[in-house]
């Protein structure tokens, strides 16, 4: 029925999808940075390449309380996101390079509108939806970037 090269096919494409599947679904490793805001400071992943922009949150079932993830995009211009992947709901703080919030937006698991920052920007910082709200962190608020 199967001829040994069939088989032979098949188990090279298996391999090989386990080489590359872990990478595509979270093998990207975020180093970590602090950002302060109203006497506050927060431990974050830091997205900085392309790769792991990219990845971002994708795929996880949960954040803690005080998890999430700051994309630094390397130049100042108009950013937008979307939640492809995503499995939890969180906020987005849309952060200029002299720190100030533009604009924060709720955002949805696997919506794939994009979410818009509200002028050029710097920064994008997410959270757990509703996270900014309940730590008092608003729009207009400024924040400091403590890299290691």
Partial sequence: MFNKMSVRAFVVFVWLMM???????????FSDVKVAVNQQTYLLEYATSFEQRAQGLMHRESLCNSCGML????KTRAVNMWMKNTLVPLDVAFIRADGFIVN????????????SSSGDVLYA???NQGWFAKNG???GDSITIIEK
């Avoid at 080489?19 to 490793?29: E, I, K, M, S, T």
């Avoid at 994309?71 to 390397?74: A, E, G, K, P, V």
């Fill in 19 to 29: 080489l590359v599947l872990p990478v595509r679904a979270g093998g990207v490793v």
């Fill in 71 to 74: 994309f630094n995009f390397q």
């Fill in 104 to 115: 924060i937006e709720a955002m949805q698991p696997h919506d794939l509108a994009t979410t």
């Fill in 125 to 127: 910082w997410e959270m």
């Fill in 137 to 139: 962190i608003a729009v």
